[in-house]
């Protein structure tokens, strides 16, 4: 079993930053994916980000392309998403989630969730 543990949610004004991270415990795979799901209070759950565990592939959500990065250290079993130019349609709850299949990464099935953290921006 993978445990995800997510942090660094919290209150931002629009326009600021935040960074989450996302450690995984229990199973380190060198193969798969780690990324980021959220969701907005009646909205549907939205795949914003992936990258893969080895080489330089990511994914990113049309809306936060230019806005956000994700990033990884192997080494810590940590991805990060670093989300600068915050909007008011970025609140929600912030997913990791993560995979030890090589699938595309735009194939948003994941197999370990974590518990998710609150992100919301002011306007």
């Known amino acids: 079993q993978v445990q995800l543990v997510e942090s660094g949610g919290g209150l931002v004004q629009a326009g600021g930053s935040l960074r989450l991270s996302c450690v995984a415990s229990g199973r380190t795979f060198s193969t798969g994916a780690m990324g980021w799901f959220r969701q907005a209070p009646g909205k549907e759950r939205e795949y914003v980000a992936a990258?893969?565990?080895?080489?330089?592939?990511?994914y990113y959500e049309d809306s936060v392309k230019g806005r956000f990065t994700i990033s990884r250290d192997n080494a810590k079993n940590t991805v990060y998403l670093q989300m600068n130019s915050l909007r008011p349609d970025d609140t929600a709850v912030y997913f990791c989630v993560a995979r030890a299949q090589p699938y595309n990464l735009g194939y948003d099935k994941y197999d370990y969730w974590g518990q998710g953290t609150q992100v919301t921006v002011s306007s």
């Open positions: 990258i893969r565990w080895s080489g330089g592939w990511t």
